[in-house]
């Protein structure tokens, strides 16, 4: 049985409804069931068991912990995921103000990777074996073992000790002016991109590589006098460019948790560093909040990008197996 | 480690020959590599003259690599580098092959077991880990950090909940290739029990490749760890941790970056040769 794409994604988004109570629930779980306890986590180790046991009473901690998920989940449907224990902010408002930053920088750390990986894939692919080819391999190579975190501080070192050129920490908003904004932005999208570069890069030009040796297509556009090159730009690439769509979806979990270090790091307003914050100040509705919204971010963006690949390649659409 | 297990399954799989495709410097540099930092982080504290990770004098703090007495200089306390880069690879070193052991058993078991069982056994256990899986690994690890603690131990746990689901995917993958292959419908037919030939015939088959991703695993886990670290949520000063050290060298990167990039070099040299080693077994298994 062969659906028809409609029936496909109505099928996926009915099937994502167990994963995100799924995921609701793992979240709620771990963060409630692990010894110490959101009690102990914001008195501190040193509390006294009476104390533990007041502020427990006080948060309601003490109903069982499916009656809470309960509680939680109804109002998280409607929108509502608790309060800061700090600020009294609500949690949502709080992520509203963060997630647009966060978003900036993410797509910012795509672009960077994209611009830098596409043209060294293809010189890579043209010509295999030959120079280029094997300078990239070793900066993928690099790029894939270099922590995020030594890649900024290599940056901050050079462009903005040394050379002074760029600010080593702190955040303009948009609404400052673009330049002000992405003179902010740059070093902490670099230092995320390095991985998606190298990635994109490695996956490319091994695509590329292949088509090339393997496909009708190919043999069939050659016999037509089309150099290498055209061939390579023209057809092998924008065939490639579709397999990065499952790379994004597989990476964007690490990029996520690679915001929480590059935005501590240059100070940036974002939801990584509310992360951070709120796991030392304690605030255990805010890092709960946080840490599902990421996870949820997660399944969103592998949904779409499995989508887009069965909307652009019809072969991969489900049958009744999937 | 991995050279062991891949030894045992040779024969079933009718391959070239070890010795042959064990040849080659992309495999022994970075093993050797990674066999010279352990023996230095382990053994060298014990039999060299090496000063503590604490024993710093404040009169020499800050002082650069090749100083005398202090090869790598020496941080802000006076703690010479090289010693504590020593005893903090100790840390990242047990955090990485710990958490890994520890989701390679989970993990391998879980997947197998999914695999080869499949039905509802794959389904609820997949589902389960698949959703575990969407939580960001750096992300899991700060939140069950924070829940648990700051000690080498539950760093290990914390890591463990991304190597686990991590692992069982792979051996599942594996384990359903295997399903199909005719010396283990041989032994279905043969009237062999379930236990015995996944005890005879799939887990030495699914180990190799679960061995060299393991490699790759422990990489992430190390980054993992320091980033945990770094963040002051994993191994805190005065203990000696990698990521620690380049956290607290971060002040000071205008005025004596050794003290960032010394730990930084520790890290960035085993990471590598860890993904080089696992690299270079990959090939080996993909060409065979």
């Given at each position: 049985m062969v659906l028809n794409l409609t029936q496909v994604i109505g099928r996926r988004i009915l099937q994502l409804i167990p994963v995100l109570v799924g995921v609701t629930l793992i979240n709620f779980l771990l963060l409630n069931l692990l010894p110490g306890g959101t009690a102990v986590a914001i008195l501190g180790a040193s509390a006294t068991s009476q104390e533990v046991t007041v502020l427990t009473k006080e948060l309601g901690l003490n109903r069982p912990v499916m009656v809470r998920y309960w509680d939680w989940l109804w109002a998280a449907v409607h929108g509502n995921l608790g309060h800061s224990l700090l600020t009294q902010q609500s949690v949502a408002s709080l992520l509203g103000q963060r997630v647009p930053v966060t978003a900036e920088l993410l797509l910012l750390a795509f672009l960077i990777a994209f611009v830098l990986s596409i043209p060294l894939a293809v010189l890579s692919a043209w010509r295999p074996r030959g120079v280029v080819d094997r300078i990239s391999n070793l900066l993928a190579m690099v790029g894939l073992s270099t922590p995020n975190f030594i890649v900024a501080l290599v940056l901050v070192l050079v462009l903005a000790i040394h050379l002074r050129v760029l600010p080593s920490t702190g955040f303009q908003p948009l609404s400052a002016g673009l330049w002000p904004n992405v003179q902010t932005l740059i070093m902490p999208a670099v230092a995320m991109s390095l991985v998606l570069f190298a990635t994109y890069l490695q996956v490319l030009r091994g695509d590329m590589v292949d088509q090339l040796a393997k496909e009708d297509y190919v043999v069939a556009v050659r016999a037509r006098g089309v150099s290498t090159w055209r061939l390579l730009v023209q057809h092998v690439l924008r065939n490639s460019l579709f397999g990065i769509i499952t790379v994004v979806g597989v990476n964007i979990g690490t990029l996520i948790g690679g915001t929480v270090i590059v935005e501590s790091m240059f100070s940036i307003p974002g939801v990584g560093q509310l992360l951070v914050s709120s796991i030392f100040s304690r605030d255990a509705p805010v890092v709960e909040g946080v840490v599902v919204m990421m996870a949820i971010v997660v399944v969103m963006v592998n949904l779409v990008t499995d989508l887009l690949y069965a909307v652009l390649d019809p072969r991969v659409r489900y049958g009744a197996t999937g | 480690m991995a050279l062991q297990a891949s030894d045992a399954v040779v024969p079933g799989l009718g391959l070239p020959s070890l010795r042959s495709r064990l040849r080659g410097l992309d495999l022994w540099v970075p093993a050797a590599v990674l066999a010279a930092m352990a023996v230095a982080c382990f053994l060298v504290p014990l039999f060299?003259?090496?000063?503590?990770?604490?024993?710093?004098?404040?009169?020499?703090?800050?002082?650069?690599?090749?100083?005398?007495?202090?090869?790598?200089?020496?941080?802000?306390?006076?703690?010479?580098?090289?010693?504590?880069?020593?005893?903090?690879?100790?840390?990242?070193?047990?955090?990485?092959?710990?958490?890994?052991?520890?989701g390679l058993m989970a993990g391998g078991v879980l997947g197998i077991l999914a695999?080869?069982?499949g039905a509802i056994y794959d389904s609820s256990i997949m589902r389960l880990l698949d959703m575990i899986l969407a939580f960001p690994p750096l992300v899991l690890a700060l939140a069950v950090a924070s829940y648990l603690g700051p000690n080498e131990q539950d760093v290990i746990f914390a890591i463990a909940f991304f190597t686990t689901p991590a692992t069982a995917r792979l051996a599942r993958a594996q384990t359903l290739k295997l399903r199909e292959r005719e010396f283990i419908v041989a032994a279905e037919l043969a009237g062999h029990k379930a236990w015995y030939i996944l005890r005879r015939h799939v887990v030495p088959n699914v180990a190799p490749s679960l061995l060299t991703f393991g490699l790759t695993l422990v990489a992430v886990a190390m980054?993992?760890?320091?980033a945990l670290d770094f963040l002051g949520l994993g191994i805190r000063p005065p203990e000696p941790s990698w990521g620690s050290m380049i956290a607290s060298g971060q002040s000071y990167l205008s005025t004596s970056p050794w003290i960032v990039f010394v730990p930084t070099g520790f890290l960035f040299v085993t990471v590598t040769s860890l993904n080089l080693l696992g690299n270079a077994l990959r090939t080996r298994w993909a060409r065979s």
């Open positions: - | 060299g003259h090496v000063p503590g990770p604490n024993a710093g004098v404040l009169s020499q703090t800050r002082l650069p690599p090749l100083s005398r007495g202090h090869l790598l200089g020496t941080d802000t306390l006076g703690n010479d580098l090289l010693s504590r880069c020593l005893y903090g690879g100790q840390v990242s070193i047990e955090v990485g092959l710990g958490s890994v052991a520890l695999g080869y069982k980054i993992i760890e320091a």
